[in-house]
Structure formats: C-alpha cells, structure tokens
C-alpha cells in the first residue's frame, strides 16, 4: 500500500491519496480538485472511494465536483453531514464504528468526537488517518461549535490504546509535520499523556 500526501490550500490541509496497484482511496480531498485530478491520472490510477474523516470546510471544500465527475459518494459520519454543507446526493452517510471494504481496501472508521461530533480516525493497515483529532505532538481544538473537551480526552485515550507501531497521519502538516506513531505520542505528546494519565476519572 502507497501513501501520498497532497498538501493543499493555504491552511496546510493534508489530502491523502492512499494506492495499490492501480486502485485508490481518497482523505479529505479539499481545496484544488485540478490538481488531484491530476495526480491521479499521472499516476494511472482508479478512484474506488473517497472518505471523510470530519466535515469542516476545510477537509471537503471543492470535493462535490469530483466525486461527481467519478460518480462517488463519500463516506462521512453522520453527525458531520450538516457542517460539510456538501448535497446529500454526493454523500454515503454511517453511524458510530464501521467497517468497510473497497476493492482491494479494508477501511475502519474508529468515532473519536471531542474536535467534531463526526469526527473519526481512519484505520487502513497499519496506517491511522487521524484528521483533526491527533496531530504530532498535539490535539485539534475544541473550542468549535459541537466541539467536546471531554469527549476528546476520550478519544486520545482511546488512539493511545493502539498498537504502538500504528502510524498516524494527520489532517494538516502543521510546522511542516503531519506524521508520527502512536507509540511515540504516547510518550511525548501531552495531551494524550494526560489523558492516558487520568485515564480513571475519564472513563
Ligand atoms: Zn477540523
């Protein structure tokens, strides 16, 4: 399995263009569908499915047009419909933990709220596309409307209970970084120490 970051936008959103042989998922494809257009056909692959892993703007701008130019619709949880603003007819709505099989792809939707209501992390192999939820070294905000504090020291929590080995994949390349591994999060980064360190009064 390939991963290819498309970094894009002038908020350093990360679109991962995940390919096997000649088949391809899509995360978060946002903000120049030319460009990802492009790439696909430069690298001769086929479009099988595109996935959300939360519903702000910035992670689905501009996608409606290419999912309907592949006649896709696009994985979303469904607490995240209505902030994606995207036409219904372009989206596969779930609710809570999926899975999914496209093509050759296995795809495991883990819910982890706190950033958005929907929001999930996306687990394909030993890959775990977090979006907003986990970055290297820190969290996503949750000072959002339907954002949680709470909800989102479980879900760290939660991530922190992954194989340490996982690596994770965040939705924006902040400070020019958007990978790590659980391992070395659970170690260094500080919002999941504490919540793995109170993870009694957590849960
Ligand atoms: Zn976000």
């Not at 263009?17 to 492009?38: F, G, R, T």
């Not at 290419?66 to 902030?83: F, M, P, R, T, V």
């Not at 792809?105 to 929001?119: E, K, L, Q, R, S």
């Amino acid at each position: 399995m390939n991963i290819d970051v498309l970094e894009l936008g002038p908020m350093a959103n990360c679109t991962y263009l995940v390919s096997q042989d000649k088949d391809a998922l899509l995360i978060d494809p946002a903000w120049d569908m030319n460009y990802i257009e492009h790439t696909l056909k430069e690298k001769g692959l086929n479009l099988l499915g595109v996935f959300f892993t939360h519903g702000h703007f910035d992670h689905v701008k501009e996608s409606a047009q290419l999912l309907q130019s592949h006649g896709l619709k696009a994985y979303i949880e469904e607490n995240d419909i209505i902030l994606s603003g995207l036409p219904a007819e372009v989206l596969h709505p779930y609710r809570g933990e999926q899975t999914f099989q496209v093509g050759p792809f296995t795809v495991h939707a883990i819910p982890t709220p706190g950033h958005t209501a929907g929001g999930v992390c996306l687990q394909i192999g030993e890959a775990l596309f977090t979006g907003d939820t986990l970055f290297p070294g820190a969290c996503g905000r949750v000072d959002l409307p339907s954002s949680d504090p709470r909800e989102m020291r479980k879900s760290l929590l939660k991530l922190s209970k992954l194989p340490e080995e996982t690596r994770i994949f965040a939705g924006h390349s902040y400070g020019g970084k958007c990978s790590s591994y659980i391992g070395q999060e659970r170690l260094k980064n500080p919002f999941m120490r504490n919540a793995i360190k109170d993870e009694k009064v957590i849960s």
